[in-house]
Protein backbone atom coordinates (compact mmCIF):
# COMPACT_ATOMS: atom_id res chain seq x y z
CA UNK A 1 0.00 0.00 0.00
CA UNK A 2 2.83 2.14 0.68
CA UNK A 3 4.68 1.90 -2.40
CA UNK A 4 1.34 2.58 -4.42
CA UNK A 5 1.08 5.82 -2.60
CA UNK A 6 4.50 6.78 -3.46
CA UNK A 7 3.73 5.91 -7.15
CA UNK A 8 0.77 8.47 -7.25
CA UNK A 9 2.77 11.04 -5.49
CA UNK A 10 5.75 10.79 -8.26
CA UNK A 11 3.05 10.65 -11.02
CA UNK A 12 1.18 13.92 -9.33
CA UNK A 13 4.93 15.71 -9.27
CA UNK A 14 6.09 15.00 -12.88
CA UNK A 15 2.66 16.68 -13.94
CA UNK A 16 3.12 19.57 -11.97
CA UNK A 17 6.39 19.99 -13.50
CA UNK A 18 5.43 19.29 -16.67
CA UNK A 19 2.50 22.08 -16.80
CA UNK A 20 4.81 24.26 -15.07
CA UNK A 21 7.29 24.17 -18.29
CA UNK A 22 4.80 24.94 -21.30
CA UNK A 23 3.95 27.61 -18.96
CA UNK A 24 7.26 29.31 -18.57
CA UNK A 25 7.66 28.51 -22.44
CA UNK A 26 4.39 30.47 -23.42
CA UNK A 27 4.60 33.49 -21.34
CA UNK A 28 6.63 36.86 -22.92
CA UNK A 29 7.87 39.35 -21.18
CA UNK A 30 7.07 43.22 -22.16
CA UNK A 31 10.91 42.94 -23.06
CA UNK A 32 11.75 40.65 -24.81
CA UNK A 33 13.28 41.00 -28.56
CA UNK A 34 11.17 40.80 -31.44
CA UNK A 35 12.24 37.88 -33.71
CA UNK A 36 14.13 39.01 -36.91
CA UNK A 37 14.01 37.99 -40.06
CA UNK A 38 17.27 38.28 -42.05
CA UNK A 39 16.21 39.33 -45.75
CA UNK A 40 18.69 38.36 -48.52
CA UNK A 41 19.15 40.69 -51.33
CA UNK A 42 19.26 40.03 -54.75
CA UNK A 43 21.64 41.05 -57.31
CA UNK A 44 20.52 39.05 -59.89
CA UNK A 45 16.79 37.65 -60.46
CA UNK A 46 16.49 35.83 -63.32
CA UNK A 47 15.86 32.08 -65.15
CA UNK A 48 18.14 30.55 -66.86
CA UNK A 49 15.63 31.17 -69.92
CA UNK A 50 16.43 34.75 -69.35
CA UNK A 51 19.87 35.34 -69.83
CA UNK A 52 21.49 35.76 -73.43
CA UNK A 53 25.35 35.59 -72.52
CA UNK A 54 27.91 35.87 -69.86
CA UNK A 55 30.77 37.47 -70.35
CA UNK A 56 33.53 36.85 -67.71
CA UNK A 57 36.23 39.19 -67.54
CA UNK A 58 39.52 38.58 -65.27
CA UNK A 59 43.17 38.21 -65.55
CA UNK A 60 42.85 34.68 -67.47
CA UNK A 61 40.89 36.73 -70.65
CA UNK A 62 37.58 37.43 -71.37
CA UNK A 63 35.33 34.26 -72.15
CA UNK A 64 31.96 34.80 -73.66
CA UNK A 65 29.54 32.03 -73.04
CA UNK A 66 26.05 31.57 -75.30
CA UNK A 67 23.12 29.71 -76.12
CA UNK A 68 23.49 27.55 -79.16
CA UNK A 69 20.51 24.92 -80.14
CA UNK A 70 19.66 24.54 -75.77
CA UNK A 71 23.16 24.36 -75.22
CA UNK A 72 25.64 26.13 -73.31
CA UNK A 73 29.10 26.80 -75.63
CA UNK A 74 32.02 28.94 -75.10
CA UNK A 75 31.73 31.39 -78.30
CA UNK A 76 35.15 33.18 -77.83
CA UNK A 77 38.01 32.48 -76.78
CA UNK A 78 37.99 28.92 -79.17
CA UNK A 79 41.45 27.88 -79.38
CA UNK A 80 41.05 25.29 -75.99
CA UNK A 81 38.07 22.97 -75.28
CA UNK A 82 35.67 23.74 -72.52
CA UNK A 83 33.69 21.58 -69.94
CA UNK A 84 29.77 22.14 -70.75
CA UNK A 85 28.78 21.00 -67.44
CA UNK A 86 31.12 23.92 -65.72
CA UNK A 87 29.81 26.38 -68.47
CA UNK A 88 26.00 25.88 -67.11
CA UNK A 89 26.99 25.82 -63.88
CA UNK A 90 28.18 29.51 -64.35
CA UNK A 91 24.90 30.38 -66.36
CA UNK A 92 22.81 28.98 -63.53
CA UNK A 93 24.75 30.82 -60.53
CA UNK A 94 24.72 33.97 -62.71
CA UNK A 95 21.17 33.89 -63.17
CA UNK A 96 20.59 34.50 -59.62
CA UNK A 97 22.76 35.91 -57.38
CA UNK A 98 21.73 36.36 -53.47
CA UNK A 99 23.97 38.24 -51.27
CA UNK A 100 24.79 36.96 -47.81
CA UNK A 101 25.25 40.41 -46.21
CA UNK A 102 25.71 44.04 -46.99
CA UNK A 103 29.84 45.27 -45.62
CA UNK A 104 29.71 48.61 -45.94
CA UNK A 105 27.25 50.53 -47.74
CA UNK A 106 29.79 52.80 -49.78
CA UNK A 107 33.32 51.82 -49.56
CA UNK A 108 35.79 54.46 -49.73
CA UNK A 109 38.75 51.73 -49.93
CA UNK A 110 37.86 48.86 -52.33
CA UNK A 111 40.89 47.70 -52.00
CA UNK A 112 40.86 46.26 -48.78
CA UNK A 113 38.15 43.90 -50.59
CA UNK A 114 39.62 43.12 -53.81
CA UNK A 115 37.52 44.83 -55.85
CA UNK A 116 39.82 47.96 -57.32
CA UNK A 117 41.18 45.65 -59.88
CA UNK A 118 38.36 42.91 -59.78
CA UNK A 119 37.21 39.82 -61.84
CA UNK A 120 33.79 40.97 -63.90
CA UNK A 121 30.76 38.97 -64.68
CA UNK A 122 28.47 40.48 -67.20
CA UNK A 123 24.99 39.40 -67.08
CA UNK A 124 23.13 40.30 -70.42
CA UNK A 125 19.28 38.93 -70.50
CA UNK A 126 17.19 38.61 -73.46
CA UNK A 127 15.99 41.85 -74.01
CA UNK A 128 19.00 43.36 -73.45
CA UNK A 129 19.84 44.71 -69.82
CA UNK A 130 23.09 43.98 -68.61
CA UNK A 131 24.20 43.60 -64.75
CA UNK A 132 27.93 43.78 -64.22
CA UNK A 133 29.13 42.28 -61.06
CA UNK A 134 32.31 42.45 -59.79
CA UNK A 135 34.10 40.14 -58.05
CA UNK A 136 36.70 40.76 -55.32
CA UNK A 137 38.72 38.59 -52.76
CA UNK A 138 37.71 35.74 -50.31
CA UNK A 139 36.60 36.45 -46.88
CA UNK A 140 39.14 35.97 -44.40
CA UNK A 141 36.91 32.48 -43.12
CA UNK A 142 37.38 31.70 -47.08
CA UNK A 143 33.36 30.89 -47.24
CA UNK A 144 32.26 34.05 -49.11
CA UNK A 145 33.71 36.87 -51.78
CA UNK A 146 33.57 40.40 -51.90
CA UNK A 147 31.51 41.66 -54.55
CA UNK A 148 29.32 44.92 -55.95
CA UNK A 149 27.56 45.65 -58.92
CA UNK A 150 29.61 47.93 -61.32
CA UNK A 151 29.18 51.68 -60.74
CA UNK A 152 28.04 51.23 -56.83
CA UNK A 153 30.26 50.88 -54.09
CA UNK A 154 28.09 48.77 -51.97
CA UNK A 155 29.88 45.97 -51.18
CA UNK A 156 27.91 42.31 -50.07
CA UNK A 157 29.41 39.14 -49.46
CA UNK A 158 28.53 36.07 -51.60
CA UNK A 159 29.40 32.26 -51.46
CA UNK A 160 32.37 31.18 -52.36
CA UNK A 161 30.99 28.75 -54.56
CA UNK A 162 28.92 31.60 -56.72
CA UNK A 163 32.50 33.91 -56.25
CA UNK A 164 34.23 31.05 -57.93
CA UNK A 165 31.60 30.62 -60.84
CA UNK A 166 31.94 34.38 -61.24
CA UNK A 167 35.06 34.79 -61.52
CA UNK A 168 36.11 31.20 -63.61
CA UNK A 169 39.06 31.41 -65.50
CA UNK A 170 40.65 29.67 -68.66
CA UNK A 171 41.85 26.29 -66.19
CA UNK A 172 38.96 26.30 -64.34
CA UNK A 173 36.46 26.02 -67.69
CA UNK A 174 38.55 23.92 -69.49
CA UNK A 175 37.58 19.91 -69.62
CA UNK A 176 39.76 18.08 -67.45
CA UNK A 177 39.10 14.45 -69.73
CA UNK A 178 42.17 14.88 -71.72
CA UNK A 179 40.98 13.14 -74.73
CA UNK A 180 37.47 13.49 -76.69
CA UNK A 181 37.66 9.88 -77.92
CA UNK A 182 36.18 6.53 -76.45
CA UNK A 183 38.56 3.41 -75.59
CA UNK A 184 37.04 1.17 -78.74
CA UNK A 185 38.25 4.08 -81.01
CA UNK A 186 41.86 3.14 -80.13
CA UNK A 187 43.61 1.26 -82.71
CA UNK A 188 47.24 0.94 -81.95
CA UNK A 189 49.10 1.16 -78.69
CA UNK A 190 52.90 1.26 -77.89
CA UNK A 191 54.46 1.75 -74.43
CA UNK A 192 57.92 2.24 -73.34
CA UNK A 193 59.20 2.06 -69.62
CA UNK A 194 62.38 3.80 -68.58
CA UNK A 195 63.14 4.82 -72.19
CA UNK A 196 63.10 1.21 -73.71
CA UNK A 197 60.14 -0.27 -75.61
CA UNK A 198 58.02 -2.45 -74.00
CA UNK A 199 55.60 -3.67 -76.62
CA UNK A 200 53.00 -2.37 -79.67
CA UNK A 201 49.83 -4.12 -80.13
CA UNK A 202 47.24 -3.10 -83.31
CA UNK A 203 43.37 -3.78 -83.22
CA UNK A 204 42.33 -6.39 -85.91
CA UNK A 205 40.07 -5.86 -89.15
CA UNK A 206 37.19 -7.25 -86.93
CA UNK A 207 37.85 -4.02 -84.57
CA UNK A 208 37.46 -6.25 -81.51
CA UNK A 209 40.75 -8.84 -81.22
CA UNK A 210 44.27 -7.10 -80.57
CA UNK A 211 47.64 -8.53 -82.07
CA UNK A 212 51.14 -7.87 -80.39
CA UNK A 213 53.39 -7.14 -83.21
CA UNK A 214 56.65 -6.62 -80.96
CA UNK A 215 58.74 -7.50 -79.08
CA UNK A 216 56.91 -10.71 -80.20
CA UNK A 217 53.89 -11.71 -82.36
CA UNK A 218 50.70 -13.15 -80.92
CA UNK A 219 47.23 -12.55 -80.26
CA UNK A 220 46.28 -10.51 -76.90
CA UNK A 221 43.63 -11.17 -74.22
CA UNK A 222 41.52 -8.47 -74.67
CA UNK A 223 40.11 -8.64 -70.77
CA UNK A 224 43.84 -7.45 -70.59
CA UNK A 225 44.08 -4.71 -73.29
CA UNK A 226 40.29 -3.13 -72.66
CA UNK A 227 41.90 -1.66 -68.86
CA UNK A 228 44.77 -0.23 -70.58
CA UNK A 229 42.57 1.35 -73.50
CA UNK A 230 40.16 2.55 -70.76
CA UNK A 231 42.96 4.26 -68.96
CA UNK A 232 44.40 6.07 -71.65
CA UNK A 233 40.95 7.50 -73.12
CA UNK A 234 39.63 8.82 -69.72
CA UNK A 235 42.57 10.22 -68.66
CA UNK A 236 41.57 13.05 -66.38
CA UNK A 237 43.61 16.24 -65.77
CA UNK A 238 44.08 17.16 -61.89
CA UNK A 239 45.58 20.32 -62.61
CA UNK A 240 46.70 22.52 -65.29
CA UNK A 241 50.62 22.94 -63.76
CA UNK A 242 52.28 25.06 -65.89
CA UNK A 243 52.21 26.53 -69.94
CA UNK A 244 55.68 26.26 -71.99
CA UNK A 245 58.39 25.02 -69.32
CA UNK A 246 61.31 25.74 -69.62
CA UNK A 247 62.52 22.72 -67.47
CA UNK A 248 60.95 19.63 -67.82
CA UNK A 249 63.54 17.73 -65.19
CA UNK A 250 61.78 19.27 -62.10
CA UNK A 251 58.92 17.13 -63.19
CA UNK A 252 60.51 13.66 -64.16
CA UNK A 253 59.33 14.70 -68.02
CA UNK A 254 63.01 15.10 -69.74
CA UNK A 255 63.16 11.38 -69.62
CA UNK A 256 59.78 9.98 -68.94
CA UNK A 257 58.81 7.35 -66.95
CA UNK A 258 56.42 5.84 -69.60
CA UNK A 259 55.36 6.95 -72.65
CA UNK A 260 52.06 5.37 -74.53
CA UNK A 261 52.13 6.51 -78.70
CA UNK A 262 48.46 5.69 -79.95
CA UNK A 263 46.55 6.32 -82.64
CA UNK A 264 42.60 6.98 -82.59
CA UNK A 265 40.64 8.16 -85.26
CA UNK A 266 43.40 8.59 -87.70
CA UNK A 267 45.40 10.59 -85.75
CA UNK A 268 48.27 9.43 -83.71
CA UNK A 269 49.01 10.88 -79.67
CA UNK A 270 52.02 10.73 -77.46
CA UNK A 271 51.56 11.07 -73.73
CA UNK A 272 54.44 10.79 -71.54
CA UNK A 273 54.37 10.66 -67.73
CA UNK A 274 57.10 11.80 -65.53
CA UNK A 275 57.65 11.76 -61.61
CA UNK A 276 54.94 11.39 -58.57
CA UNK A 277 53.25 14.58 -57.66
CA UNK A 278 51.26 12.16 -54.74
CA UNK A 279 52.80 8.67 -54.37
CA UNK A 280 50.35 6.51 -56.12
CA UNK A 281 47.56 9.22 -56.90
CA UNK A 282 48.84 12.21 -59.16
CA UNK A 283 51.74 12.09 -61.62
CA UNK A 284 53.22 14.89 -64.04
CA UNK A 285 52.10 14.33 -67.44
CA UNK A 286 52.51 15.95 -70.99
CA UNK A 287 50.57 15.41 -74.14
CA UNK A 288 53.23 15.21 -77.18
CA UNK A 289 52.32 19.04 -79.53
CA UNK A 290 50.31 20.96 -76.34
CA UNK A 291 53.69 22.03 -74.41
CA UNK A 292 51.78 22.14 -70.93
CA UNK A 293 52.91 19.86 -67.84
CA UNK A 294 49.30 18.72 -66.22
CA UNK A 295 48.96 16.23 -62.98
CA UNK A 296 46.78 13.35 -64.03
CA UNK A 297 45.07 10.88 -62.02
CA UNK A 298 47.06 7.33 -61.67
CA UNK A 299 44.00 5.48 -60.52
CA UNK A 300 43.56 3.87 -63.89
CA UNK A 301 47.08 3.04 -64.35
CA UNK A 302 47.36 0.19 -62.46
CA UNK A 303 49.42 -1.51 -64.98
CA UNK A 304 52.35 0.71 -65.23
CA UNK A 305 55.17 -1.34 -63.57
CA UNK A 306 53.84 -4.89 -64.17
CA UNK A 307 55.38 -7.43 -66.14
CA UNK A 308 54.80 -7.66 -69.97
CA UNK A 309 53.40 -11.47 -69.65
CA UNK A 310 50.94 -9.50 -66.97
CA UNK A 311 49.96 -6.56 -68.66
CA UNK A 312 48.53 -8.02 -72.01
CA UNK A 313 48.67 -12.04 -71.88
CA UNK A 314 49.55 -13.73 -75.18
CA UNK A 315 48.03 -16.95 -76.65
CA UNK A 316 50.21 -19.42 -77.84
CA UNK A 317 47.12 -19.10 -80.54
CA UNK A 318 43.32 -18.35 -79.97
CA UNK A 319 40.91 -18.16 -82.59
CA UNK A 320 36.85 -18.48 -82.63
CA UNK A 321 35.20 -21.44 -82.94
CA UNK A 322 33.36 -20.85 -85.84
CA UNK A 323 36.63 -20.12 -87.67
CA UNK A 324 38.17 -23.86 -87.75
CA UNK A 325 36.53 -27.20 -88.87
CA UNK A 326 39.25 -29.64 -88.56
CA UNK A 327 41.80 -29.90 -85.20
CA UNK A 328 44.61 -32.55 -85.06
CA UNK A 329 45.99 -33.00 -81.69
CA UNK A 330 49.04 -34.43 -80.90
CA UNK A 331 50.01 -34.97 -77.23
CA UNK A 332 51.54 -37.98 -74.91
CA UNK A 333 52.03 -40.11 -77.54
CA UNK A 334 48.57 -40.54 -79.33
CA UNK A 335 46.70 -38.02 -81.98
CA UNK A 336 43.50 -36.96 -81.75
CA UNK A 337 41.54 -35.54 -84.47
CA UNK A 338 38.19 -33.52 -84.30
CA UNK A 339 35.59 -31.95 -87.02
CA UNK A 340 33.80 -28.59 -85.96
CA UNK A 341 30.47 -28.20 -87.62
CA UNK A 342 29.55 -24.41 -86.24
CA UNK A 343 25.99 -23.30 -87.51
CA UNK A 344 25.84 -20.33 -89.31
CA UNK A 345 22.51 -19.07 -91.24
CA UNK A 346 22.52 -17.35 -94.54
CA UNK A 347 23.63 -13.66 -92.73
CA UNK A 348 25.96 -15.18 -91.04
CA UNK A 349 24.50 -15.82 -87.47
CA UNK A 350 25.41 -18.52 -85.34
CA UNK A 351 23.36 -20.94 -83.01
CA UNK A 352 24.81 -23.01 -80.98
CA UNK A 353 22.47 -25.40 -80.07
CA UNK A 354 23.10 -26.60 -84.05
CA UNK A 355 26.20 -26.67 -83.86
CA UNK A 356 27.89 -30.37 -84.27
CA UNK A 357 31.19 -31.66 -83.16
CA UNK A 358 33.46 -34.72 -83.56
CA UNK A 359 35.89 -36.69 -82.17
CA UNK A 360 38.24 -39.19 -83.55
CA UNK A 361 34.90 -40.12 -85.26
CA UNK A 362 32.39 -39.85 -82.21
CA UNK A 363 30.04 -36.90 -82.05
CA UNK A 364 31.23 -35.44 -79.02
CA UNK A 365 28.56 -32.91 -79.19
CA UNK A 366 26.18 -33.53 -76.19
CA UNK A 367 26.24 -31.97 -72.85
CA UNK A 368 27.30 -33.56 -69.27
CA UNK A 369 25.17 -33.19 -66.11
CA UNK A 370 26.01 -30.13 -65.45
CA UNK A 371 24.58 -28.45 -68.95
CA UNK A 372 28.66 -28.11 -70.38
CA UNK A 373 30.02 -29.36 -73.45
CA UNK A 374 33.14 -31.21 -72.68
CA UNK A 375 34.10 -31.00 -75.97
CA UNK A 376 34.02 -27.00 -76.15
CA UNK A 377 35.86 -27.06 -72.67
CA UNK A 378 38.39 -28.73 -74.55
CA UNK A 379 38.64 -26.41 -77.47
CA UNK A 380 38.88 -23.37 -74.66
CA UNK A 381 42.07 -25.30 -73.12
CA UNK A 382 43.68 -25.30 -76.94
CA UNK A 383 43.00 -22.09 -77.85
CA UNK A 384 43.79 -20.48 -73.96
CA UNK A 385 46.88 -21.58 -73.84
CA UNK A 386 49.10 -18.44 -72.48
CA UNK A 387 52.81 -17.19 -72.23
CA UNK A 388 54.06 -17.53 -68.82
CA UNK A 389 57.54 -15.79 -70.25
CA UNK A 390 59.08 -13.95 -72.73
CA UNK A 391 62.19 -15.41 -74.88
CA UNK A 392 62.82 -13.52 -78.37
CA UNK A 393 66.01 -14.92 -78.56
CA UNK A 394 65.55 -18.22 -77.82
CA UNK A 395 66.49 -21.00 -80.26
CA UNK A 396 63.74 -24.13 -80.21
CA UNK A 397 65.39 -27.20 -81.26
CA UNK A 398 64.17 -31.05 -81.84
CA UNK A 399 60.79 -32.70 -82.77
CA UNK A 400 58.05 -30.74 -81.13
CA UNK A 401 56.32 -33.04 -78.05
CA UNK A 402 52.77 -31.31 -78.48
CA UNK A 403 51.22 -30.49 -82.08
CA UNK A 404 47.95 -28.68 -82.48
CA UNK A 405 46.79 -28.56 -86.36
CA UNK A 406 43.88 -25.64 -86.76
CA UNK A 407 42.79 -26.30 -89.98
CA UNK A 408 40.41 -23.27 -90.63
CA UNK A 409 36.97 -22.45 -92.43
CA UNK A 410 38.82 -20.77 -95.49
CA UNK A 411 41.19 -24.10 -95.94
CA UNK A 412 44.23 -22.34 -94.83
CA UNK A 413 46.35 -23.78 -91.67
CA UNK A 414 48.11 -22.90 -88.19
CA UNK A 415 50.65 -25.16 -86.93
CA UNK A 416 51.35 -24.94 -83.26
CA UNK A 417 53.96 -26.49 -82.23
CA UNK A 418 55.53 -27.17 -78.37
CA UNK A 419 59.16 -27.63 -78.36
CA UNK A 420 60.96 -28.33 -74.95
CA UNK A 421 63.59 -26.28 -73.57
CA UNK A 422 63.97 -27.42 -70.39
CA UNK A 423 62.72 -29.53 -68.11
CA UNK A 424 60.43 -26.55 -66.91
CA UNK A 425 59.23 -24.62 -70.77
CA UNK A 426 58.21 -25.09 -74.23
CA UNK A 427 59.05 -22.60 -76.88
CA UNK A 428 56.11 -21.92 -78.46
CA UNK A 429 56.54 -21.89 -82.36
CA UNK A 430 53.98 -21.31 -85.12
CA UNK A 431 53.80 -22.55 -88.83
CA UNK A 432 57.59 -23.22 -88.10
CA UNK A 433 58.43 -19.83 -86.84
CA UNK A 434 59.40 -19.12 -83.37
CA UNK A 435 56.95 -17.11 -81.39
CA UNK A 436 59.06 -15.65 -78.81
CA UNK A 437 57.27 -16.89 -76.37
CA UNK A 438 57.56 -19.59 -73.74
CA UNK A 439 54.43 -21.65 -71.57
CA UNK A 440 55.37 -23.99 -68.42
CA UNK A 441 55.07 -28.14 -68.65
CA UNK A 442 53.44 -28.88 -65.67
CA UNK A 443 51.49 -27.33 -62.68
CA UNK A 444 49.46 -24.41 -64.47
CA UNK A 445 45.53 -25.55 -65.57
CA UNK A 446 44.81 -22.53 -66.35
CA UNK A 447 45.36 -21.32 -69.57
CA UNK A 448 48.39 -23.94 -69.57
CA UNK A 449 49.43 -27.24 -70.82
CA UNK A 450 48.05 -29.13 -67.64
CA UNK A 451 44.83 -27.45 -68.28
CA UNK A 452 45.08 -28.87 -72.00
CA UNK A 453 45.49 -32.24 -70.73
CA UNK A 454 42.92 -32.22 -67.99
CA UNK A 455 40.27 -31.24 -70.94
CA UNK A 456 41.11 -33.91 -73.37
CA UNK A 457 40.66 -36.52 -70.55
CA UNK A 458 37.56 -35.43 -69.12
CA UNK A 459 36.14 -35.30 -73.01
CA UNK A 460 37.60 -38.88 -73.28
CA UNK A 461 36.26 -40.53 -70.50
CA UNK A 462 32.66 -38.46 -70.73
CA UNK A 463 32.41 -39.72 -74.53
CA UNK A 464 33.61 -43.72 -72.84
CA UNK A 465 30.60 -43.35 -70.96
CA UNK A 466 28.13 -41.90 -73.38
CA UNK A 467 28.70 -45.22 -75.41
CA UNK A 468 29.20 -47.56 -72.48
CA UNK A 469 25.53 -46.23 -71.00
Do not use: C
Not at 211 to 228: H, L, Q, R, W
Amino acid sequence: MKLYRNAIILLVIVALLVGAYFLVRNMKTEDEPPIETVEYERLTDYTTDDIESITLINTDGTFVIVKEDQEWVLSSPGDFRYDSAVLGSIVINAASIVADKVVEESAADLSIYGLDKPAKAIVKTTDGVETIIEVGDLTPTGGGNYVKLAGSNRVYVISSFVGERLSAGRNAIRTKLMFDFTSDMITEVAMSRKGESLFTAVVEEDGASWTMSSPIKGSVNESAVYPMLDALASTNVIDFIEDDPKDLSQYGLDKPSYEFVFSAEGRQYELALGDEMVKGAAVYAMLQGSNEVVTINMAPYTFLDKPLKEVLRIFAYIVNIDQVKKIDLTMDGRTDNMVLDVYKDAEGNTDYDKDKFYFNGVDATAEDEGGSQPFRKLYQAMVGIGLDEIESDGQPEGPAEIIIEYTHVDGSIMKVEFVSKDDNYYYVLRNGEYAGILVKKRNKVDFGIEGLRQARQKLTDFLAEQQGS
